[in-house]
């Protein structure tokens, strides 16, 4: 068994950014997202409210990566909108 995390970085309780893989618990862990969607992350964060909320899955014989990445993941990324300032590929 492993445990697969979903997580996604809220800014004002919206998907900034998101992840499937192992968990995080600070939104400095996202760093390299802000990085990469050429966003200043200490700027950003003065004027915006961000959360990491995540959901915990068991990978097993029942539960594959398939089903973890493109069905459960994002069913819990759908309890939130996107951010209108989200950059790349959305969570579903």
Request: hydrophobic fraction near 30%.
């Amino acid at each position: 068994m492993r445990k697969v995390w979903a997580n996604a970085l809220l800014s004002d309780g919206k998907i900034l950014f998101w992840y499937t893989g192992d968990k995080c618990s600070d939104p400095y862990e996202f760093y390299k997202d802000f990085y990469y969607a050429d966003i200043s992350m200490l700027e950003y964060c003065k004027s915006h409210t961000m959360k990491v909320v995540n959901k915990e899955f068991i990978q097993n014989d029942t539960k594959d990566n398939y089903e973890i990445f493109n069905v459960l993941a994002p069913d819990f990324y759908k309890n939130y909108k996107i951010s209108p300032d989200s950059k790349g590929t959305k969570p579903y």
